[in-house]
């Protein structure tokens, strides 16, 4: 079946690193997709290959040592893995764009936010009928920051953290994309600027109608803005399904586990749970499920063989089969 409505779906990507003795499988079989005006979030502990998987939608990832093993990238209706470096740059900033986590390294410190700005606008098509100028200030009205015309002459080193990060926003929506790619934006900011970048992502969604992927190590910050959500572990997708399934009625034991150790009012004074060991390098993954040195759940068959995706129907889907097993179809 086809949905009309999906924007970008990635169909088992894998994304391999060769070095001289060994072969890290950072993306290995990721499926998801975003639906036009969709904000999905991709969620995982670090090491899980989220930036990776997000590097390969825009052909950004180095080749070598990375290798696209295997996969499909269909955007819009076309497998980006098949287009030619021209026909890349077209579709990076037309119409996908991407907000990195550290604003500081991605703006030029010896050129003024206008001449910034300004490059991303100029360097994107369309016949406008404001100035270059007259955009500029509109773009960093669109991303909350006031006195724009003062702030577009100050250089990067003069903004704070969270205006920095609203400039690349601004720079991000120059061009209207239809989706915008934001890895871990926030995670550099303190906890009120934080919400503030969240809550203009919800108005940029809402008001220009854009689609969002939102990467995130952050399940507080899956729940402020995800209308679902991907779990990632070593290179695969753990569990799927809209937020409030997932966190309701997570299935997977590695989803249960990030939730336990999710901080909460209730849980004041007691130790907080962590997640036991650490998420194995992808160059010595272990046989079976990769989660399961890690798993309270795990049966004997977990230790050979690679578990299953369980549909608990209206798209929840989980890729452990033992500790719902009566409950999820198969898959
Ligand atoms: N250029 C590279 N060469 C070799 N290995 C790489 C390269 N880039 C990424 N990897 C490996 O791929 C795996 C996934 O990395 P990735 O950056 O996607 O993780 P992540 O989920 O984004 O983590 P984080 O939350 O820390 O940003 C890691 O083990 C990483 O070491
Ligand atoms: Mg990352």
Known sequence: MTDNHILLSVQDLKVYFRSADACARAVDGVSFDVRKKETVCLVGESGCGKTVSALSILGLVATPPGE????????????????????????????IAMVFQEPLTSLNPVFTIEDQISE?????KKIETESLHEKCIRLLKDVGISDPEQRLEDYPHQLSGGQRQRVMIAMALACDPDLIIADEPTTALDVTVQAQILELFGAIQTKQSMSILYITHD?????????????????MIA??????????????????????????LSKRGKRLYSI?????????KPAGCPFHPRCPHKAPSCHTEYPNMCDYGQGHLARCPILFQDKGRHI
Do not use: C
């Open 219 to 235: 399940l507080g910050v899956v729940a402020a803005i995800a209308d679902r959500v991907y779990v990632m572990y070593a290179g």
């Open 239 to 264: 569990e799927q399904g809209k937020t409030e399934h997932i966190f309701r009625n997570a299935r997977h034991p590695y989803t249960q586990g990030l939730l336990a150790s999710l901080p909460s």
């Open 120 to 124: 991303a606008v100029r360097i994107h």
């Open 276 to 284: 036991p060991g650490a998420v194995p390098d992808p160059a010595y």
């Open 68 to 95: 696209i093993q295997g996969g499909r990238i269909v955007f819009a209706g076309q497998n980006l893995l098949e287009l030619s470096e021209n026909e890349m740059q077209k579709i990076r900033g037309n119409h």
